[in-house]
């Protein structure tokens, strides 16, 4: 007979709120925000029947099983990404989509049969035990869900509901990424025409699937689907990576929790940490980049201790290691070539302490190989430049982005000091402000590991060396590359994420040592206490951050605000989007002179970030023409941006009445006039048809 353990009945409680929570989230994003719950249904079956099962037969293949549920989750969903990537590109080749259609499914059905042959269960249902599941994850996830769709679906509301719809501009920028996708490959951009896109398209290739074939809206995708997607492959990452790699795996739960109270990476104000920010809210993949960067570590861990065991499987978790590469790299290119250069200073440091064996190299140019080959085919294509023109390098650039850095260094020149000696205050405050409740262990446990390791006094982990490694790759690049925006903030990212997995190694050293060493006693507690205040801090500082996205998110379900035209669209324009989306071929090119993101005295024609405005791809699901939109041209070109302004207006001039002809020369189709913007005189000629017309909007149809 069970005794009644209350204790054991409080945690439950703890953890069934935490599922509510999550489920009222969702509630929440269908009943105020206008989420579909139609779609919902066909992503949920997407994600279990194209990506899980399949994903979870390729682990299973393998032969490499986690040592908790939570890795194999993960591992299976990274799994499934990647087979649907390679059948993506496969069916471009062919071409045909019924290997898109009938590949998930048909996977699924041979994994389900072959555990009905063995009589087993499947993965999920013979390992979950919700009475095991750890309330600290759960409180966790739930914190993590909150954060995605607070940042994320509740400033979203649907088209269909409100009189504008307000949407940040990289977000649509990427929805234009996935409806391209959803139509081609290689990727004609959706609104320069005759230009080519290659990005960092993994994860716009996996959700142009479900466009592509089942007709969800790219911005329920992004905007409804992203938050959950993002939330659970973070949170089961996150977890996953602290299960593996803690030598005290029990405390997974409370070391994503306290991964998050800790707020890493305070830039831009004192609540903002721009690292969630880019991972939660999932910037330009961010989130997708550094998750499928911890699982190929753990898939790295497990590779060599079957390669040095000589285990028969050791082939198969090296395709498994590879494969991971190349989806990361094509996920997110900075942090796989951290990954790749983090492994190859891990192997060759164990190749000259003389443990590890020089023939490791060989399976590592292998997964080199592929790092190349995405970066190379994917990242590298024509007509498209990442960079501002400027040089790749400029040491500390990033450390602009710090709210402090220009009043501590107007103290200390107020003070007199040197500036070698500035500059290296600066680099402290701005690693502690990179790490907050991790910088002291950090610090401390890295310059130690680093002096027992090669002193021969600790022994060599190659994993344990890799997630070193990779915080000093990671952290270096970030501080010297220069690209457009902050895209140096990818490389940081890794070392931000798995930091504190190496203070805790450092903290679970000194409690190991403490009974037999007054010093390791004394540091664990000056350290843990100093860790302790510092949570009380960023705690504070995650709960004002959250609490302004609670305000930010409660304006956002007034139905009827007037918002910034620059930043919205409204329904006139959506209802034109709409009629082109219902009644246009599916590779119909538009033109618009809507592509303002500032307004007109901002505005400069040098400047590519003054002209990324892509709602109209967006919702229209149509390849756009934004002629001088210029986000994928060079700032360099900005000539060449000039020059595409001058011929988009040829064809919105009345008196030219060779406009018919612009149009054809370029491709264009369609030509929209945004009257919310501009003042033009009726264009319809012999070349110009109007198809539609409302009060904000005029659409003609060129002939011929």
């Keep these: ?119 087993q269960k499947p993965l999920v249902a013979k390992r979950f035990h919700f009475s095991k599941l750890s309330v600290a994850f759960c409180i966790f996830m739930a914190l993590v869900f909150f954060y995605c769709f607070s940042g994320v679906q509740y400033r979203y509301m649907s088209p269909e509901l409100a009189d504008f719809t307000i949407m940040n501009s990289d977000k649509a920028y990427h929805m234009g990424l996935i409806n391209s996708l959803s139509h081609d490959y290689p990727m004609q951009s959706p609104w320069v025409y005759g230009k080519f896109i290659t990005y960092h398209i993994f994860s716009e290739i996996l959700l142009s699937i479900p466009v592509r074939c089942f007709d969800v809206p790219v911005d329920t995708m992004m905007l409804s689907f992203g938050p959950i997607w993002t939330a659970s492959i973070f949170g089961l990452s996150s977890y996953s990576f602290f299960r593996e790699m803690s030598t005290k795996s029990e405390r997974a739960g409370v070391y994503s929790l306290l991964l998050l109270l800790s707020n890493i990476y305070i830039t831009r104000n004192i609540s903002t940490s721009i690292a969630f920010r880019f991972a939660l809210e999932n910037d330009n993949s961010s989130g997708y980049g550094i998750s499928v960067a911890l699982m190929t570590m753990i898939v790295f861990k497990k590779w060599y201790e079957a390669f040095s065991e000589n285990r028969p499987e050791r082939f198969r978790v090296l395709i498994a290691l590879l494969f991971f590469i190349m989806l990361a790299t094509g996920i997110k290119g900075p ?39 995405i970066y190379k085919t994917v990242l590298n294509g024509r007509g498209v430049s990442n960079a501002t023109g400027q040089s790749i390098f400029a040491f500390a650039k990033i450390a602009d982005i710090a709210f402090w850095k220009k009043p501590l260094i107007a103290a200390m020149q107020g003070m007199g000091i040197p500036t070698p000696i500035r500059l290296l205050v600066v680099l402290g405050v701005f690693v502690l402000f990179l790490l907050t409740i991790y910088f002291v262990p950090f610090c401390i446990g890295y310059v130690r590991e680093l002096v027992l390791v090669i002193s021969g006094r600790k022994p060599f982990e190659p994993a344990r060396v890799l ?238």
């Excluded at 990954?339 to 997964?367: D, E, F, H, Q, Y």
Aim: proline share 3%; with cysteine; net charge negative.
């Design 1 to 119: 007979m069970k005794t009644f353990d209350p204790n054991t009945k409080f945690k439950n409680i703890l953890k069934a709120l935490c599922v509510m929570a999550v489920a009222a989230m969702w509630l929440v994003a269908v009943f105020v925000y206008g989420a579909s719950v139609r779609h919902a249904v066909i992503l949920a079956a997407f994600v279990m029947f194209y990506v899980m099962l399949p994903g979870l037969l390729l682990v299973g293949i393998s032969g490499y099983k986690g040592n908790h549920l939570s890795t194999d989750i993960a591992l299976a969903l990274f799994s499934g990404w990647g087979l649907q990537v390679l059948v993506y590109f496969i069916s471009d080749i062919i071409p045909n989509d019924l290997l898109i259609y009938v590949t998930g499914p048909v996977l699924s059905l041979l994994y389900l049969f072959m555990l009905y042959t063995k009589k």
């Design 335 to 373: 942090m796989g070539a951290v990954i790749v250069a983090s492994m190859w200073g891990t192997m060759i440091l164990g190749i000259i302490m003389r443990k590890v064996p020089v023939k490791s190299l060989v399976p590592l140019a292998l997964v080199s190989a592929g790092f190349v080959l």
């Design 467 to 704: 997630v070193y490694a990779a915080a000093m790759v990671g952290f270096i690049l970030m501080m010297i590359m220069n690209y457009s925006g902050h895209s140096q903030i990818y490389f940081g990212l890794v070392t931000v994420f798995i930091a504190p997995m190496i203070a805790l190694w450092f903290i679970e050293d000194l409690e190991d040592k403490q009974s037999s060493s007054a010093l390791a006693k004394h540091t664990l507690r000056i350290t843990l206490s100093i860790m302790a205040v510092m949570l009380v801090a960023t705690t504070v500082s995650l709960g004002a951050f959250l609490k302004e996205n609670v305000r930010l998110d409660i304006r956002a379900t007034n139905l009827h605000r007037t918002p910034d035209k620059y930043t919205s669209i409204s329904n006139d324009e959506y209802e034109a989007m709409v009629w082109l989306n219902e009644n246009t071929e599916l590779d119909s090119l538009i033109a618009t002179d809507r592509y303002y993101s500032v307004p007109l005295e901002k505005y400069h024609v040098d400047n590519r970030w003054d002209n990324r405005f892509f709602l109209y791809a967006v919702y229209s699901n149509r390849f756009t023409y934004i002629s001088g939109s210029g986000y994928n041209i060079p700032d360099r070109e900005y000539e060449l941006r000039r020059q595409m302004l001058h011929t988009n207006n040829e064809m919105y001039d009345a008196g030219n009445e060779n406009r018919g002809d612009v149009a054809r020369e370029l491709g264009v189709d369609y030509v929209v006039v945004s009257k919310r913007f501009t003042d033009i005189e009726d264009l319809t000629n012999k070349d110009y048809e109007k198809c539609f017309s409302n009060d904000e909007v005029d659409i003609y149809k060129i002939a011929g």
